[in-house]
């Protein structure tokens, strides 16, 4: 597959999981785009991972691997971010009784 | 069209059609579950470019542990369709506004990019597999891992410490 189509792939994906967060208001579906933006990304390092593996395999047998072990890290940091954000809302849920972002435009109460 | 292709192509409409419709869901259960068959998609596309290790993390850890967390959070939290809020629908469009021409900004900018001779091989290459993954991580990247405990470490206390009650 040429690399351009796995590019506008994840674009039109994160694309996607911008609107969401511009759009929604619920702070569980905002942290659900973000979750999808993540995964654009990730695609898109695999591709390019194949990619490089693709160009450079005769002089380097590993080239490209590092491409992966980054969405590797990216997952890690992303279940670790996950885990506290959903802390985060329910701590706020439990003061507010909503999850309304817009109750959080004040630092103060 | 040849098999991959055609796996693609179907993969690659599964995953704008669900992430569409976790945007688009008004029931936040219902957005999970598709922002799951998005995951599956990505899968997928993963298995296609002979990434399986990848492909099976993305499984376990984001459509396992991750959607469950999810699902739990909003069934602790008792929500559905009634209690969303809702946002003013020019603010609303003013976001799907952003957000498509983001889309066209990037899309305009990498169309003429010269990737005609650029391929991402597909069912060939052996970087994907758990040996390869494995040797790299435990001999370049030794340092990140274990720093990624830490963080891990870091995440639980600060788990515990923001959702105790206080």
Known sequence: MPINYYIFLSVALFCIGVSGVL??????????????????????LVAFSKMHHHA???????????GQLF?????VVAAAEVSVGLAIIVMMYRNTHSID??????LKN | MGTTQVLFW???VLALISAIMVVVSKNPVHSVLWLIFVFFAISGHYILLNAQFLAIVNLIVYAGAIMVLFLFVIMLMNLNADTEPQKNKWLKIAGVVAGGS??????????????????ADMGSGDIGLIRNLGLTLFNDYMIPFEITSVLFLSAIVGAVVIGKKD
């Open chain 1, 23 to 44: 759009t929604r208001r619920n702070a569980i579906i905002i942290f659900m785009c973000v979750e999808l933006m993540l995964n654009a990304v990730n695609l898109l």
């Open chain 1, 56 to 66: 450079q395999a005769a002089t380097n047998p590993n080239a490209g691997i590092d």
């Open chain 1, 71 to 75: 969405v590797f890290f990216i997952m």
């Open chain 1, 101 to 106: 972002v817009n109750f959080l435009n004040r």
């Open chain 2, 10 to 12: 179907f993969l690659s």
């Open chain 2, 102 to 119: 983001l889309l066209l900004v990037l899309v305009a900018a990498l169309k003429h990019a010269d990737m005609k001779n650029q391929l």
